[in-house]
């Protein structure tokens, strides 16, 4: 079978519901119909009602194709009025946070996507601690997610929680370099990072398969935790194993991005025209595009939403509150507002207390003892 | 003959025709034979990230394998790494050095970057210079390390330069001759590569930055080399590998959607920069250094060292007057300064001296005040003693008087006793006990055996 076509297929059953059937065949099982096998409809259809939100954060050197790649993944055009900045502004350049937001639709599922845009990355000249405003940025999100949650009224929270960090990894070097390392580092314990290879169109099959395990290699080498898909049930199909499996292998993805449409083999495509030959971006010999699109949207935008809630954010949660107990423990003034929660830290200052009232006690017991001794003594003689 | 006779000279020269076939025509022949034998020098110092396609270029451009590994990019801080090569081509021979920057652009803070390179390119003309200023020297001999191009590598983008290419173009383009090229321009498509030149070349207008233009003053290639300039930056591709096209290997680089030939002028500018580069503009580069680059950083030097070509009065000085008159200066500093340190050594002993003596003085009246509170404490003890001593006397004289009534009594007593012992015994006893006067203890112990 075509490898596009089996990919469609398997990705439609993805998104349809499944229903499985019972593994163990019970005994006297009574063969009238119940009914539950609908609840994955009932999912469904609650869940086009809500309607979906995704936020995707974007970061990497400018000229690395960001914009262009965002573009063609989402067939649109987000960057309508862009002001690039001269080499001379960039000298001293700050990164900033930009917040894109568009609403779009298809078959009747709604989808609030946001992207978030890191503008001035690795620009300047000096890039120390250029990625603060980006985890600061993270953070704030968070601390927002969390305060709401924790509030009184529930009903409309909005989530605002970065769920995906497409990181662009320029094509240009031998590898990673230390900014990328650097950024890498600082984020991969709050979103999940997702490293591309950008403008693949600069490297044969070849150096690409090369650059490839040399990112890989230097991605462990250096004990960073990128976005990992997760592991497929043993019930799915062979083929949908082979392919998460070729899916795994090809990490990072070289990754091109086009807004231009060319003719190529007497289809209109998106693609880049070169003297020597026509680039296709969702060619598959030609770069990763596509499979990034199927992971990105097709089949695991709710995996990456779900490891962002379960991971990163509830390890920012259980940060934040462990920082705050600490430091109530040591005003004592407060009392805690959260009176339930146990305090998993051993607490110093009373332990201390306690013992030394211990001690106490022990010695007047002790001197008591012996006024007792005194007296009886006194008495015989 | 002065300078100034032979230029009254020139202006007297007038053009003569000649009648017949002298031969001098031949001296540029003679000059080229002589610098062929010589053999030609020619340096190049190519900057650009790691990983841009520095090594591949020179490879390409030179058509052989100068055998560079990859460099890391974990460098600390950016090291240039110099190679020489010998080659020949017919009968010319040209020693060739290549400087790679090694780490360029890998740092995190690349402020610092440009310098090494500046520091470098300094260091080559430092030699040069000092071989210029030595005694015996030889220059027809030395080995020429200053660097003739300087290739720029700009990351092909697509939208402008990078902050720190243009901060270090605007070091460097006053100390060598700057071509910048975009490196790896297979990524761009033509319309962008339009765009992206036009970019660049206004950044660097706009900002003052000088690149190499090729000469337009010699007829015979004036017209291609402005036409080169208007090219500029090259867009370059370089490939160490073959593919085989038609029925010829031609240096190329295999994609899936088709294959980017190195030497075909519609997909790159490489043979334009080669041409420019080796074929047309090679003596011209060497020439630019000499006279303007190196020139302007000796007079620089000179001048920081003090030497000038005319001194206050507009008069031309010459070096080895400039050289006494330093020489002379420098020794008459050298006398002040001792002069001064001698003076400061005199007086620092002069206030060490009253120091001490202060501290002398301070010290004997110490001295002094304890002597007086010592024989004060002395006389004071001596009249305690002799009070005592009075009392002492006193004490014993009273003593004595009273032994001596005590002995007078006791005689009466004894008498009294014979009378009233049987009563008295148990009394005298206990009373005996209680006394505690040694000898009259004693004694009444005596009378009590005597009366038991």
Not at chain 1, 234 to 241: A, Q
């Amino acid at each position: 079978m075509d490898a596009i076509m089996l990919q469609e297929k398997l990705v439609e059953r993805l998104l349809c519901p499944r229903v499985r059937t019972a593994r163990r065949k019970v005994k006297n099982w009574n063969k009238q119909y119940v009914g539950f096998a609908t609840l994955p409809n009932q999912v469904h259809r609650k869940s086009v009602k809500k309607g979906f939100d995704f936020t995707l954060m974007v970061a990497g050197e400018s000229g690395m194709g960001k914009s262009t790649l965002v573009n063609s993944l989402f067939l649109t055009d987000l960057y309508k009025d862009r002001k690039l900045l001269n080499a001379e502004e960039r000298i001293n350049q700050t990164v900033e946070i930009i917040k894109h937001t568009v609403d779009i639709e298809e078959k009747g599922v709604k989808l609030k996507l946001t992207i978030v845009d890191t503008p001035g990355f690795g620009d300047a000249v000096n890039n120390n601690e250029c990625w603060k405003p980006i985890t600061d940025y993270i953070d704030q999100q968070f601390e927002q997610y969390f305060r709401d949650e924790s509030g009184l009224n529930r009903k409309n929270i909005q989530d605002n929680r970065v769920h995906c960090c497409l990181y662009f990894i320029p094509p240009f070097g031998h590898g990673l370099r230390p900014v990328d390392v650097e950024f890498m580092k600082a984020l991969h314990e709050k979103v999940n990072v997702v490293p591309l290879i950008a403008k693949a169109d600069c490297l044969t099959p070849n150096e690409i398969k090369k650059l490839k395990d040399r990112v890989r290699e230097e991605i462990e080498r250096f004990g960073i935790k990128v976005y990992q898909f997760p592991e497929c049930d043993s019930d799915e199909d062979e083929e949908f194993k082979q392919l998460d499996k070729e899916l795994k292998e090809c990490c990072p993805l070289a990754v091109i991005g086009s807004n231009t449409v060319v003719e190529a083999r007497g289809q209109r495509v998106r693609g880049r025209l070169y003297p020597w030959g026509i680039v296709e971006v969702e060619n598959q010999s030609h770069c990763d595009f596509v499979k990034l699109r199927n992971m990105l949207i097709r089949s695991h935008m709710h995996d990456l939403k779900d490891v962002t809630c379960d991971v990163h954010y509830e390890n920012y949660r259980a940060q934040c509150i462990q920082d705050m107990t600490s430091k109530l423990t040591q005003d004592n003034r407060m009392e805690s507002p959260i009176p339930i929660l146990s305090l998993s830290t051993p607490d110093v200052e009373t332990d201390r207390l306690i013992k030394m009232k211990d001690e106490e006690l022990a010695r007047m017991q002790e001197m008591l003892n012996k006024m007792q001794q005194q007296i009886h003594d006194g008495k015989d003689q | 003959m002065t300078t100034s006779d032979i230029a009254q000279g020139d202006k007297n020269a007038r053009p003569l025709s000649l009648s017949g076939h002298v031969g001098f025509d031949s001296l540029p022949h003679q000059l080229v034979n002589k610098s062929t034998c010589q053999g030609f020098c020619f340096n190049i110092l190519c900057i650009g990230e790691t990983g841009i396609g520095k090594s591949t270029l020179m490879d390409t451009l030179f058509n052989t394998n100068f055998e560079n590994f990859e460099s890391s990019h974990f460098e600390p801080k950016v090291k240039l790494r110099a190679q020489t090569y010998d080659l020949q081509e017919s009968n010319v021979r040209l020693k060739l050095t290549i400087v790679n920057t090694v780490g360029f652009g890998d740092q995190m803070n690349k402020q610092e970057s440009y310098q090494h390179v500046v520091d470098y390119i300094d260091t080559q003309f430092e030699s040069y210079l000092q071989e210029e200023l030595k005694i015996k020297r030889s220059l027809h001999n030395y080995h020429d390390s200053r660097i003739h191009a300087c290739l720029y590598f700009i990351a092909p983008s697509g939208h402008s330069l990078k902050s720190l290419d243009l901060v270090t173009m605007k070091k460097l383009d006053s100390k060598v001759n700057i071509i910048p090229v975009i490196a790896k321009a297979d990524t761009i498509s033509k319309s962008e590569l339009h765009k992206f030149k036009i970019k660049i070349m206004s950044e660097l207008v706009s900002n003052g930055v000088q690149i190499y233009q090729f000469p337009t003053d010699d007829e015979t290639v004036s017209k291609i080399n402005t036409a080169m300039n208007g090219i500029l930056p090259f867009a370059v591709v370089g490939s160490s590998e073959e593919v085989k096209i038609g029925n010829k290997m031609v240096k190329a680089r295999q994609y899936p959607w088709g294959v980017v030939q190195v030497e075909n002028e519609n997909h790159c500018d490489f043979v334009k920069l080669r041409e420019m580069l080796i074929c047309v503009n090679m003596e011209d580069l060497r020439e630019q250094t000499h006279t303007r680059h190196y020139e302007l950083y000796r007079r620089c030097k000179l001048e920081e060292m003090g030497f000038t070509d005319t001194n206050p009065e507009s008069k031309p000085v010459s070096l080895q007057e400039t050289y006494e008159a330093k020489r002379h200066e420098f020794l008459g500093d050298l006398q002040r300064r001792e002069e001064e340190m001698r003076q400061m050594f005199v007086q620092r002993v002069k206030e060490k001296e009253t120091e001490l003596k202060e501290a002398e003085r301070e010290l004997q009246g110490k001295f002094e005040q304890l002597k007086r509170l010592h024989s004060e404490e002395k006389s004071k003890l001596d009249e305690k003693r002799r009070s005592l001593e009075d009392e002492i006397n006193t004490f014993s004289k009273k003593k004595a008087a009273a032994e001596l009534l005590q002995g007078q009594s006791f005689n009466t007593n004894a008498n009294l006793k014979k009378d009233k012992d049987r009563k008295k015994s148990p009394e005298m006893e206990a009373k005996d006990v209680n006394l505690t006067c040694d000898e009259a203890t004693n004694q009444n112990h005596n009378c009590c055996f005597r009366n038991l």
